[in-house]
């Protein structure tokens, strides 16, 4: 089905690394309070930049706003109905 999930460390990962993992497909980051880690938010800009991405905030929302993501939602919290509906 073309799909595959990771779950990174931001710290730890490399955005040429996970896009190269990707291939041709779109890249959907879900994550949690990503505006306030400057890993994060680097990791998830820095996919941006070269490669489609999606971002779903599962928190609240801030003013942060990732350059050159194609969508940006949030969630306005982590529960499992909160996911649900992102999805």
Known sequence: DGVEQLEVIAAE???????DRAGSRPIV???RH?????ASR?????LAAAHPVGV??????S?????NARAF???YGAS??????AA
């Open 13 to 19: 990962a490399s955005p040429e690394a996970i896009a």
């Open 42 to 46: 680097a990791l998830i800009e820095g």
């Open 73 to 75: 939602v949030t969630t």
């Open 63 to 67: 003013r942060w706003r990732p350059a």
């Open 29 to 31: 980051v879900v994550g």
């Open 34 to 38: 990503t505006h306030r880690f400057p």
């Open 80 to 85: 499992r109905a909160n996911g649900q509906a």
């Open 56 to 61: 779903v905030e599962m928190g609240w929302p």
